[in-house]
């Protein structure tokens, strides 16, 4: 076994806090920019592990070690050269939708749409059982399972359960209806008793990426409407702890997960947090292709297919990389699967397509970054659109653990009502001149 030194892992989250340092030296408003965001998920997927260097990275050679953090700069190095060669406007006209519904009558509209639709599987399947519903959301239950989780593999009730994807589109929605000055008492009030629902349901599902994308909106929509003496302020101090008490939180989720508690006396101590991607980029980067063949996209299009019903698809994929990399890591038993194996962001690039698709799926996804990061001047001149922004950002964090249409579905669902509700002729006037403001202070 290998006695590994932090110090190559140290080296690498120094480089990426000087590179975030750099771009906010102007304003530290740019922490929170998708770029910045992206760097940061990076240093909490993997440059974490790699700097404390837990026991379990010790059964790789050096060689592999250093191999593993080479291959988590060409994923930083494709993204940013990427991000900074491109100007992409690819969500411009999701923007300018939000701006046409951002009147407070519309938006409380557009929120009861979102939560009729979400809650309605959980009414059917429950025969109208609201003490069941509560109970799903705020009494965790073992390995914080859910009685309305969807099934892995898709048939007809799984595809109903899915409509609860308008849950998640209606929370940036609530969280802007919460801080608005100009909506009403009984607007905030069902927009209050929504988010409480919905955090309640993320925190006992165990799951990081639920938690994240609640939590994010609402605390951007409360930064919204900070004076800016204390932006700068929540910036510096606030965000840091922030991202200290979820790593704590984490690893009271990890550590009670089978019992659906939360061991808080535990958590300080704890080995493992659910944040260590770093150890299966190690694994995979030493069996691939030596042991397993490459995916060559495989497991990309499992999850872009998964929203396909199997009852109209018997023959849909199963075998995504949750449960691939679980079998080759002998988590399965007696054909069950005791856990799933999310194989990290960068270690499914190069699960794929190798190093080649470590620096091209990463420069993708700069691209994407600036696209999102081109709308943030317009999402700064209104408060629905700045908690989607935020939104998005909570969809850039979680993907570092792995890429899954399900984190997605949110977003997908809010753009189908925007779709919906963002065609008048005098909202589109209204989006026309913001998109105008917002490319002369581009320019």
């Keep these: 076994m290998a006695d590994h030194s932090s110090i190559p892992g140290l080296m690498l989250v120094v480089f990426i806090c000087v590179l975030i340092a750099y771009d906010c030296r102007s304003t530290i408003r740019n922490l929170v920019s998708a770029r910045n965001v992206f760097l940061i998920t990076i240093i909490a997927w993997y440059g974490l592990e790699s700097s404390l260097v837990p026991p379990e990275l010790n059964r790789y050679t050096s ?11 060409m994923s930083v190095g494709g993204f940013l050269l990427a991000y900074s060669g491109t100007r992409s406007r690819f969500f411009d006209a999701t923007f300018d939708r939000i701006i046409r519904i951002d009147r407070p009558k519309v938006v409380f509209s557009v929120f009861l749409f979102a939560i009729a639709i979400g809650f309605l599987p959980l009414v059917v399947l429950s025969n109208g059982d609201l003490t069941l519903i509560l109970k799903d959301a705020f009494i965790p239950g073992r390995r914080w399972s859910g009685v309305f989780q969807r099934g892995r593999f898709g048939g ?6 899915e409509l609860q994807m308008f849950l998640r589109a209606a929370i940036p929605v609530a969280a802007a209806i919460v801080y608005e000055k100009k909506q009403s008492g009984f607007a905030k009030a069902v927009a209050i008793a929504f988010s409480c629902y919905m955090i309640s349901k993320a925190i006992n599902d165990g799951t990081r990426s639920k938690v994240v994308e609640v939590l994010l909106p609402f605390g951007a929509a409360l930064y919204w409407r900070m004076k800016n003496k204390y932006k700068r302020l929540a910036l510096v101090f606030g965000l840091p702890t922030l991202v200290a008490l979820g790593l704590f939180w984490s690893a009271a989720s990890v550590l009670g997960r089978n ?5 808080w006396e535990e958590a300080g101590s704890a080995e493992y947090v659910g944040f260590e991607m770093f150890r299966e980029l190690l694994f995979l980067s030493k069996c691939v292709p030596a042991e397993v063949g490459f995916q060559y996209g495989y497991t990309y299009l499992v999850q872009l297919v998964n929203p396909i019903p199997r009852a109209i698809w018997q023959n849909k994929p199963v075998g ?3 449960l691939v990399l679980a079998d080759m890591q002998g988590q399965v038993q007696n054909g069950q699967t005791m856990m799933t194996v999310a194989p990290g962001l960068i270690g499914e690039m190069y699960w794929n397509f190798g190093v080649v698709g470590i620096i091209g799926l990463s420069a993708f996804l700069g691209v994407v970054a600036k696209a999102w990061d081109r709308a943030r001047k317009l999402a ?3 408060l629905l659109s700045f908690t989607v922004y935020a939104a998005g950002l909570a969809i850039i964090f979680v993907t570092g653990r792995s890429v899954s249409m399900n984190i997605l579905y949110g977003m997908l669902a809010l753009y189908t009502l925007l779709i919906l509700c963002g065609r008048s002729r005098s909202s589109r006037v209204k989006a026309n001149i913001y998109r105008y403001q917002m490319d002369i202070k581009q320019r």
Excluded: I, M, N
């Excluded at 060689?63 to 700069?73: D, G, K, P, Q």
């Excluded at 019992?259 to 061991?263: I, N, P, R, S, V």
């Design 156 to 161: 007809t009730r799984d595809a109903f359960l």
């Design 380 to 382: 700064s001149e209104s």
């Design 320 to 322: 995504d990389a949750g």
């Design 63 to 73: 060689s592999e070690f250093l191999r593993a953090l080479v291959y988590v700069a």
């Design 259 to 263: 019992e659906g508690a939360l061991k």
